[in-house]
């Protein structure tokens, strides 16, 4: 096996409220309109147009955009950015300086093409901040390539024909990127050099909490070029994200071994023949059925691939399928998947000797909505010729179990231009001052943190952390107490979330507990308005408005107390009982009271 | 900074060290002190010449002249784009940070998806004017570029800096008193070298607009937020009605002549094409315009107006001044000044007879200017008096000659 290195791009969310606009990065909903955009190719700096950008237009798509309340014409690109926010500014010196970065005293923003919509200006607004830093993992140190302070991307909602549909609302969010060196060896590492550096970057209490608010994407080489894989959600998908990465480019290798030894002729050639007799009456109803609503049905001659389309560790089939997604081709059957999908070997016969084809060739079935079948056969060969030379550089996805899928070639340098609407950033002695202010930690020191100033154990307090909830902690702890915030932190949301599968934002949390606090029953009712705020999705405005989170008082309790059976066996049983009769918060200390009166009469 | 005899000049490849690490990039600015540096990465960083040490130095690879076409596909019909400047037409230079005209029409295929075989496009560069520096100069240039090649094509498109479109259309649409051709001016609020521009689309609606039976002047600008539906608005009814947005320039309290939503054009109520066009670019430019407020000064107003032949106030309300103001309006009128008001609320009528303010307003020379909007007023005001004689000045002045003037406003969108 070839060297194995791996390099990190982390992207954390900034809670500072978003880059270039007054919106904020807090809570939002949608307001349920939209609006409709193109975006036209355009060239850089130096004259030359981006192959990512390119590839982008080449598949021509209209793009919609829903407008939420944390958007305004800066979003839409109705409006020139505003000048960078200082509180973004500070929190990206500060972790940079933390990572022990080179920091540059002019901050020049720049344009990053993008033109697949998710940004409505059809570009990136992108700073860099500093250079060759490097952080500690174990004996050996992980060099920190770039840090960069840039604007999130636009939500992406739904694709529907030719057209994607996105959200304003993470779009502008700040988001720090923290690119590392190559200098990771296996997954296992990569997702530590990820983990420590989410926490350091929470630890400033300035960072986002939410579903997508840290994104990894991982970079790997196995000697076959360098691969991108963007948008590795979780930690935990790291480890699953190279393993899937190394056996799919090694079964490639092996695959390519087998294909050249086959190969008589210097060039990869795709034939294909339209829609034939055999076609229309298959037995596939998939194919049937696409026929029946106009798609096309095309045989097409795949040489030498025979038994490395999917068979056994071999998946060149799926890497020909990927290559075709983008371009809205749904539809490719192999021949290593037949006999299959209502096609009989009989039928695999026939189709195999309209292509005429030997037994090292393969063939497939392609169902086309409208593209051209000879593009489609160029996108083919192109994809072939890329895997024969073994430089499998590329941009890739990731999926919800660590597989990896193609996404768009490499972009180019060309792709960043100045953005000429914002002066440069100065880094001033203020600007500094306020960077010292934050503190940026490592996990040992924000436990130390937590257990000296909130007093709490040890155990609570790494809980906390690893629960990535520091932030909304300590907020709490404000309002409520260390006490409560812990309890709130470390068990009544951690099991809501599970019980529910969602999350609620930090803002909410807090915003809560200041509004129980306010009514005086922040102790009693913080767990129930919480649930409520889960079960019905509503505000905490509405929740704490509720009737069923206001506390019994002790008349209310001994009437709920006299309908339970009084020969309960001790005080805790009586107490979950009583919880159930009365579904309302109340104090135990009182249902104690009423329970040892029973005992005596 | 070595000093081997060579400095770094835009585009150059570069070698240099910081903290001790090998980077390259390309040099792409110096003010003396910092260097601008564009890393392999793309991006721009800023170093000081002397904390850097400029190895090797290979000089720009022979940048690509951009090659470039003056005109667009093969059809029959023909329209002319006269470009005069402006965000539309413009692209940044990164070395000098000029903005500089685009000279190839190629970019605007997007927007003319569809058209190639009906039509051949001619382009010529004849400014290179940010809009805000446009003056009744221009507009007489201009006026004279599309009258050079009225007779040689079926449509002329102009584009514009949107800052000061509404002016020079007005005034293209008074010069030509009568029209064989349409022209339409377009500009963006988005320049053409970001991938998000609004120029693609408004051209291509003005393109579109061109080829239809329309006589006036018009001004192809987004409807709406979405790059969906272009409005083709009547030049003196015109505004521009917001600093940033696509949509900007508004018909005001008028009807649209036309709109354009994908290849599709409806036509509204508009006037048609004549056998033949004619050309009156004369101009007063002794005239100004004048905004009153509550602090506004008798013997400002005098001095600043005193030698003008034409003074459009805008007014307030109705289009009422304070009592002070009056006297100054009778004492330019009587010497000769054309004193026309207008109204700052833009939308609406002005109407002198309502109160007694503009009453006395009235008797002291003010004119109305009706439903005019005040810089049309203005543009107006220029034209007739350099082109009718005195005595048929107000009478001219207020006439509804281009759809400026309406005799009455209806309740609609857009």
Known sequence: ?601 | MQDNGKKPSFGDAIKFRINGKDLSGRFISSDGELAVIKLDSGYNISVPLDEIDIGEIRSNESRKEVEYNDTFGTGDKKILMLHTGGTIASRVDYLTGAVSPVRDIGFLRPGLRGLEKSITVQSRIIGNILSENMTPQDWINISNEIWKEIHNYDGIIVTHGTDTMTYTGSALSFMFEKLSVPIILTGSQRSSDRPSSDSFLNIGAAIRAALEDIGEVCISMHSDLSDESINIIRAVRARKMHTSRRNAIRSMGSGIVANVSGDHLTMHEHLSRNKESILKNKLEKRASLYYFSPVSDPEELISTLRDKKIAVIMATGLGHVAERIIGPIRELSESGVRVIITSQTINGMVDLDVYSTGRKMKSAGAISAQRILPEVALVKAMWVYANYPESEFTERFQENMRGENPGREIIEGS
């Open chain 1, 1 to 601: 096996m070839k060297d194995l290195k791996v390099g990190l791009e982390i992207h954390i969310q900034l809670d500072t409220g978003k880059l270039f606009c007054q919106c904020s990065t807090g809570d939002f909903y949608d307001t349920g309109e939209t609006f409709k955009r193109s975006l036209y190719p355009t060239s850089g700096e130096l004259g030359l147009i981006d192959r990512a950008a390119i590839f982008e237009l080449s598949k021509g798509r209209n793009f919609i955009y829903r407008i939420s309340s944390n958007s305004c014409l800066v979003e839409m690109d109705e409006e020139p950015p505003h000048p960078m926010n200082r509180k973004a500014i500070a929190a990206a010196f500060s972790i940079t300086k933390a990572l022990g970065c080179h920091i540059f005293d002019t901050w020049f923003p720049m344009r990053k093409i993008v033109v697949d919509g998710s940004n409505t200006s059809g570009f990136q607004r992108t700073t860099l901040v500093g250079i060759q830093g490097s952080m500690p993992l174990h004996e050996k140190r992980i060099g920190i390539t770039t840090v960069c302070l840039e604007e999130d991307s636009a939500r992406h909602i739904s694709q529907e024909g030719d057209t994607t549909i996105y959200s304003l609302d993470r779009l502008g969010i700040p988001l720090i990127e923290i690119s590392t060196d190559p200098d990771m060896r296996s997954g296992q590492e990569a997702e530590e050099v990820a983990k420590r550096i989410g926490e350091m970057a929470i630890s400033t209490g300035m960072t986002r909490n939410g579903a997508d608010s840290i994104r990894q994407d991982v970079n790997l080489s196995l000697g076959y070029g360098r691969v991108e894989i963007k948008g590795v959600s979780k930690l935990s998908l790291i480890q699953k994200v190279v393993s899937y990465e190394v056996n799919r480019q090694q079964a490639i290798a092996k695959a390519i071994d087998i294909f050249k030894s086959r190969m008589n002729r210097s060039r990869f050639s795709v034939d294909y023949i339209p829609e034939n007799e055999i076609l229309k009456n298959s037995g596939s109803k998939m194919i049937r059925n696409s026929l029946l609503k106009g798609s096309k049905a095309y045989l097409i001659k795949l040489p030498f691939l025979h038994g490395l389309l999917k068979a056994g560790e071999f998946r060149l089939g799926k890497e020909i399928a990927d290559s075709l997604k983008p371009y809205g081709v749904g539809g490719l059957i192999h021949g290593d998947e037949l006999p299959g999908y209502g096609i009989t070997e009989e039928e695999k016969e026939k189709l195999s000797a309209a292509m005429n084809v030997n037994d090292k060739d393969s063939f497939a079935i392609l169902l086309l909505q409208g593209q051209d079948i000879n593009a489609i056969c160029r996108i083919i060969e192109e994809r072939m010729g890329k895997l024969l030379s073994l430089d499998l550089s590329e941009t890739r996805g990731a999926g919800s179990e660590g597989e990896t899928y193609f996404l768009r070639p490499l972009p180019g340098r060309e792709r960043m231009y100045p953005e000429t609407d914002i002066p440069p950033v100065f880094i001033t002695k203020s600007i500094k001052e306020e960077a010292e202010r934050i503190m940026v930690m490592n996990e040992d020191q924000m436990v130390d943190m937590i257990r000296s100033k909130y007093h709490i154990s040890e155990v609570d307090s790494l809980s906390i952390i690893k629960n990535g909830k520091m932030n909304m902690f300590r907020s709490l702890s404000d309002i409520v107490g260390p006490k409560i915030a812990s309890r709130v932190v470390i068990h009544t949301l951690p099991s809501l979330e599970k019980e529910f599968g969602r999350t609620l934002s930090d803002h909410d949390v807090v915003e809560l507990a200041s509004f129980l606090k306010e009514k005086g029953y922040e102790q009693l009712s913080m767990e129930h308005a919480l649930r409520l705020m889960m079960e019905r999705s509503i505000g905490p405005g509405e929740a704490a408005q509720d009737p069923s989170i206001i506390p019994l008082d002790e008349e209310e309790l001994r009437n709920f107390a006299g309908r339970i059976n009084s020969d309960t066996r001790n005080v805790n049983a009586f107490i979950s009982l009583l919880r159930k009769e009365a579904g309302r918060p109340f104090d135990p200390s009182i249902a104690v009271k009423i329970y040892s009166e029973y005992l005596k009469k």
